[in-house]
């Protein structure tokens, strides 16, 4: 059998970037290090360039992939011992029932169209989940991981380390991939937090979606319309801070205060990407 799919042109609806550099495939399989027992999930395995060193190393993954040919090539490379295979939008699978016989491990050279509601999908089964290792265009991982005072700090870093603590690994450059995309990539892992602060998911995006929407306004002018200053001051947030410098937590303290005061604050007219 061939290691890759000769003929199949990578389609770009599917975010279809392959890995072709076996040092940078190694590098990432064993940040992974996946070991025999553990249920390990892949999403987008493609032409198998990971799946492979994933599946040596521990026997057997669990798949999800949306393109039906690469699908279709999959299932005659490996044996069902070796690969389960779903064939589905990793967006739309059933993500509880893909856990529900234990904790698993998440992985995947992510297509990079659908990556933040890829991560904010997963975010619903953080408690389910060991680990969480992907490769994203290096701009998104700056800013998963971003802290306070950094300008690549905003909403996708509040949203996802209120879920997960999040270490970026390393680059790895455009000429990896075929097609090689225009951007660099980097490997991140995250691992899911035991027991994260309670709060409401809908509440707390907006309430961070509002204050991050004019960066450079004083959060006393970005809430002017919904909240007092002593709202902020209570919940440890200075009025003339910008959003910027606020950590999580005080972002879901004002989340919980927003809910509390049954205040509805409107989702400002924009997609966290
Ligand atoms: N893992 C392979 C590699 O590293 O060479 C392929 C990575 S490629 C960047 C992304 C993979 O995700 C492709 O195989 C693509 O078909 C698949 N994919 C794209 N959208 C998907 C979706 N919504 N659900 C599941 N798989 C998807």
């Not at 016989?101 to 933040?116: E, H, M, Q």
């Not at 890829?118 to 991981?145: A, G």
């Not at 809430?223 to 440890?236: H, I, K, N, S």
Request: with cysteine; net charge neutral; charged share 25%.
């Amino acid at each position: 059998m061939s290691d890759t799919l000769h003929g199949h042109k990578a389609r770009k609806r599917f975010g279809q970037n392959f890995l072709n550099d076996d040092y940078w495939i190694e590098k990432i399989a064993s940040s992974i290090d996946p070991q025999p027992g553990e249920r390990v999930i892949e999403i987008g395995p493609g032409q198998a360039a990971l799946s492979r060193k994933l599946i040596a190393r521990c026997g057997h993954i669990t798949c999800v992939e949306i393109d039906r040919d690469l699908v279709h090539w999959l299932k005659k490379q490996f044996s069902s011992e070796q690969m389960t295979l779903i064939e589905a939008d990793a967006l739309k699978v059933d993500w509880q029932e893909i856990c529900s016989a234990g904790k698993v491990r998440v992985t995947g050279n992510l297509p990079y169209n659908i990556s933040s509601p890829l991560l904010f999908t997963l975010s619903q089964i953080s408690d389910k989940v060991i680990d969480q290792h992907f490769m994203l265009q290096k701009e998104v991982v700056d800013r998963m991981c971003a802290e306070p005072g950094n300008k690549a700090y905003g909403r996708l870093s509040v949203m996802l380390q209120w879920k997960y603590r999040m270490f970026k690994l390393f680059d790895v450059p455009p000429e990896a991939f075929t097609p090689a995309p225009k951007v660099i990539s980097s490997v991140v892992r995250m691992l899911p937090i035991d027991q994260p602060l309670e709060a409401n998911e809908h509440v707390l995006e907006r309430v961070v979606a509002t204050g991050f929407a004019m960066r450079r306004k004083t959060l006393r002018n970005c809430f002017a319309r919904w909240l007092q200053m002593e709202d902020l001051e209570a919940c440890g947030i200075s009025p003339d801070a910008r959003a910027e410098v606020i950590p999580v937590n005080n972002w879901i303290q004002l989340a919980n205060r927003v809910q509390a005061l049954n205040i509805e604050i409107p989702m400002p007219g924009q997609k966290i990407l």
